[in-house]
């Protein structure tokens, strides 16, 4: 018995809702191969991995899928035939496609004895192993689609939220790696509470402006107070990048997830290619190797 799945990659945080809030891109993702066999957890790489390990205790794969397995206390092997397309450290959620695809292959595999929603937990582990932090943001939308809200953590509650679907994402990717772990690391414990009313302002704006479709209110709600002024000097070139997607008509525009990746959102896909454009051209002037990827919301 086998299946073949594609989990997509992710943009986590989206503006101010770090650790929160998640949207899936179309088109960009890991696909699996997964056979079921007797037992233990065998991955085999067959494109993109380069310094990934295949040892299943170290690979996100492994130990999400081994999550599940405990739990559910049966003793099915499986083996992965992996093929990564979104590349590690690029805040594009590259362990949580892999994490999410492996325990989706494996529920089918096994009869669906999970929810999708269920799954969350398991590929959180992926994420565990992958970043030091079992945070769900981007595994949530890899799973579910669309955009989606991690409601809570403890008990875990994953929701989705309706879009407008002309709502369109632009990423650039510097190619610069920033690991998720030391992107964790600089941020400050603390926030005022002036700056938490600012903050949870903007989310609750947010998600307004998504379930009723109103863009402005979208573009208004993006600024994210608390995370990004801290990272975006990891990101080389990024306040001229968040400058050019604003003046190309970006609603918005913040880090994907740790970085370096930066996103904007746009109401349509035309405004979205301009920004792309733009970016090209900006990280090409800076002499940074660098890649666009523009999609719908799915
Ligand atoms: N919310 C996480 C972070 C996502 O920003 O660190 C990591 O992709």
């Known amino acids: 018995e086998k299946i073949k799945v594609f989990a997509p990659a992710t943009v986590a945080n989206v503006g101010p809702g770090f650790d929160v809030l998640g949207l899936a891109i179309d088109g960009i993702g ?11 957890i065998k991955i085999n790489p ?19 899928i081994q999550a599940l397995l405990d739990e559910t206390k049966l003793s099915n092997g499986f083996e992965i035939n992996v093929k990564k397309r979104v590349m590690p450290g690029s805040g594009l959620g590259s362990s949580a496609s892999s994490s999410a695809a492996a325990v989706f292959a494996v529920n089918e595999l096994l009869g669906q004895p999970y929810s999708r929603q269920e799954l969350v937990k398991f590929a959180m582990e992926g994420e565990r192993c992958a970043s030091g932090k079992a945070h769900a943001d981007n595994v949530t939308p890899a799973l579910l689609g669309g955009f989606t809200i991690v409601r809570s953590y403890t ?40 700056t938490a009313i600012s903050q949870w302002g903007n989310v609750a704006g947010l998600i307004a402006g998504l379930a009723t479709e109103n863009y402005e209110l979208i573009g208004r709600s993006l600024e994210d107070y608390i995370v990004e002024p801290i990272r975006s000097v990891l990101i080389p070139g990024y306040d001229g990048a968040k400058k050019l997607a604003m003046e190309n008509g970006a609603l918005g525009c913040s880090i994907s997830g740790s970085g370096p990746s930066i996103f904007a959102l746009t109401k349509g896909k035309a405004t979205a290619e301009k920004i792309g454009t733009a970016f090209t051209n900006y ?11 523009l999609s719908a919301i799915n």
């Open 30 to 40: 890991d696909e699996l191969e997964v056979i079921k066999i007797d037992n233990g």
């Open 155 to 194: 008990p875990l509650d994953v929701v989705n939220v309706p879009y407008p679907k002309d709502l369109h994402v632009v990423v650039v990717h510097p190619q610069i790696e920033v690991k998720t772990s030391d992107s964790k690391r600089i941020l400050k414990k603390d926030v005022s509470l002036e």
């Open 46 to 64: 067959i494109s993109g991995f380069e310094d990934l390990p295949v040892d299943p205790k170290k690979n996100v794969i492994g130990v999400a």
């Open 283 to 293: 990280y090409s002037s800076l002499e940074i190797d660098h890649k666009v990827y």
